[in-house]
């Protein structure tokens, strides 16, 4: 078993996106013990000073589209900018990969790199369960099952949870991962996350 990794993120990032199959590559090769915990990432940027997409300054939002091009470009994923259904609500989502984490690593792994590619790929509503549904069994997963799992009261408190923990490991922005105490933010920053994994 390898070194234990807290995988934060937010269901609707597309930088999450940009370094989800990257870090499935990286957990495979160093055999790192994740745990996929799905923030509410609002409650996480109210508490640290973040503003949502929509409420920054063109100069900070042109610039976040900017550069979100040139990672797309240079990683070969391709992205919808503005896709058809963003914002959204991401409490649907982050409660599958709650109720998939009782699958193992692998398992809300995989769905949430489905759930990421639906928004800014394929068009799809990750608010809607129906469409949740059909993720899971495209990961391998069942999904009328799941999705009973997430509306489960237990669901909803376990995702508050992760936004607590969240909250008290400093985390402020998506992905962050978290190795003993040490915070790697952003997809740029999966070479150094992987160097602390191969170490540890």
Do not use: C
Not at 146 to 151: F, T, Y
Request: proline share 6%; glycine share 8%.
């Amino acid at each position: 078993m390898g070194a234990p990794v807290d995988y934060y993120l937010s269901v609707a990032s597309p930088w999450t996106l940009l370094g989800s199959a990257r870090f499935i590559a990286i957990v495979r090769r160093t055999g790192a013990a994740v745990t996929v915990r799905p923030m509410d990432f609002s409650r996480v940027l109210a508490a640290t000073g973040g503003l949502p997409y929509q409420r920054r300054a063109p100069q900070r939002a042109s610039y976040r589209q900017e550069d979100l091009a040139r990672w797309s470009r240079r990683l070969g994923i391709p992205l919808n900018l503005e896709p058809r259904f963003y914002p959204v609500d991401r409490e649907p989502a982050s409660r599958m990969l709650v109720a998939a984490r009782a699958l193992g690593a692998n398992a809300a792994l995989d769905l949430a790199h489905a759930i990421l590619g639906a928004i800014w790929q394929r068009q799809l509503d990750i608010a809607d369960w129906p469409t949740l549904a059909a993720l899971a069994d495209g990961a391998g997963l069942d999904g009328r099952s799941l999705a009973d799992a997430a509306h489960a009261p237990e669901a909803g408190e376990a995702w508050r949870r992760d936004t607590e923990q969240a909250l008290r490991a400093q985390v402020f922005g998506a992905p962050t991962w978290v190795v003993d105490g040490e915070r790697f933010w952003g997809q740029d920053r999966l070479d150094f996350l992987e160097e602390k994994l191969a170490a540890a």
